[in-house]
């Protein structure tokens, strides 16, 4: 499955072909204010309030180490779909932009600081709370009493995805799927980790060829190229091969 970052031709998107690289935001600088803004703190509150001391106590030992982490946790924000009208008008400057198309092998992608994880966006109606999903979580496949839980992979994972990946339901048309690794930043990528890029329907011909120009890097060999076009009468996008 290929994941689409859509994007505006500009200095950054222009970056991704120049230096291989990629920029990890933190939830800091989102413009959704509630996505991914809990804090340890917050779930610890929670825990107290439904009577799950014990879960609430487990938490507090780690509350300090954990809102570092949130803080500077690295996240970089793609769809599963290159067709989105929404996604286009939004991010992909007003259909002017590009999208390019990456694969989801894990391997493409290096940090010397941490692991990268791969994970799909939960949406959440109204009146639903994240901390019931993340008790869930850290119940699941092991016992929370565990002597090693502050180094336990799975619950620091299951604390950082739950966290991570719960938006309000009005947010699910953009169908997201967000890499994670534990530090914000540029992350340099494989060159074959990039799969496709997409021209805009509304792009401009200067845009366009400078993009076409950077695609003739022999490291973009291996990428093909689309264009995005009314599909006929109908109100949707097809993708076709340039």
């Given at each position: 499955?290929?994941?689409?970052?859509?994007?505006?031709?500009?200095?950054?998107?222009?970056?991704?072909?120049?230096?291989?690289?990629?920029?990890?935001?933190?939830?800091?600088?989102?413009?959704?204010?509630?996505?991914?803004?809990?804090?340890?703190?917050?779930?610890?509150?929670?825990?107290?309030?439904?009577?799950?001391?014990?879960?609430?106590?487990?938490?507090v030992v780690l509350e300090k180490t954990l809102q570092k982490r949130f803080e500077i946790m690295g996240i970089y924000c793609l769809s599963s779909h290159d067709d989105n009208l929404l996604m286009w008008s939004h991010y992909g400057d007003s259909h002017k932009g590009i999208c390019f198309?990456?694969?989801?092998?894990?391997?493409?992608?290096?940090?010397?600081?941490?692991?990268?994880?791969?994970?799909?966006?939960?949406?959440?109606?109204?009146?639903?709370?994240?901390?019931?999903?993340?008790?869930?979580?850290?119940?699941?496949?092991?016992?929370?009493?565990?002597?090693?839980?502050?180094?336990?992979?799975?619950?620091?994972?299951?604390?950082?995805?739950?966290?991570?990946?719960?938006?309000?339901?009005?947010?699910?048309?953009?169908?997201?799927?967000?890499?994670?690794?534990?530090?914000?930043?540029?992350?340099?990528?494989?060159?074959?980790?990039?799969?496709?890029?997409?021209?805009?329907?509304?792009?401009?011909?200067?845009?366009?060829?400078?993009?076409?120009?950077?695609?003739?890097?022999?490291?973009?060999?291996?990428?093909?190229?689309?264009?995005?076009?009314?599909?006929?009468?109908?109100?949707?996008?097809?993708?076709?091969?340039?």
């Amino acid at each position: 499955m290929a994941l689409f970052k859509y994007r505006p031709v500009d200095k950054n998107s222009l970056n991704i072909l120049i230096n291989d690289e990629l920029y990890f935001a933190t939830s800091s600088q989102f413009n959704d204010p509630f996505d991914s803004q809990l804090s340890p703190s917050e779930y610890i509150q929670s825990f107290e309030s439904l009577g799950m001391n014990d879960q609430a106590s487990e938490l507090v030992v780690l509350e300090k180490t954990l809102q570092k982490r949130f803080e500077i946790m690295g996240i970089y924000c793609l769809s599963s779909h290159d067709d989105n009208l929404l996604m286009w008008s939004h991010y992909g400057d007003s259909h002017k932009g590009i999208c390019f198309g990456f694969r989801n092998d894990l391997h493409y992608y290096v940090r010397t600081d941490g692991p990268v994880s791969c994970e799909e966006v939960d949406y959440l109606n109204p009146g639903e709370h994240v901390y019931t999903t993340l008790y869930m979580a850290l119940n699941s496949g092991s016992r929370f009493h565990d002597d090693e839980f502050v180094n336990s992979i799975k619950k620091r994972q299951a604390l950082f995805k739950t966290a991570f990946t719960k938006k309000h339901k009005n947010w699910e048309y953009e169908q997201e799927v967000r890499l994670l690794c534990d530090d914000s930043g540029i992350l340099k990528f494989n060159p074959l980790a990039l799969e496709s890029v997409t021209f805009g329907m509304r792009i401009s011909e200067q845009d366009k060829e400078t993009v076409l120009t950077l695609l003739t890097l022999p490291k973009w060999s291996h990428v093909k190229v689309y264009q995005a076009k009314a599909k006929g009468l109908e109100l949707a996008l097809e993708i076709e091969t340039c």
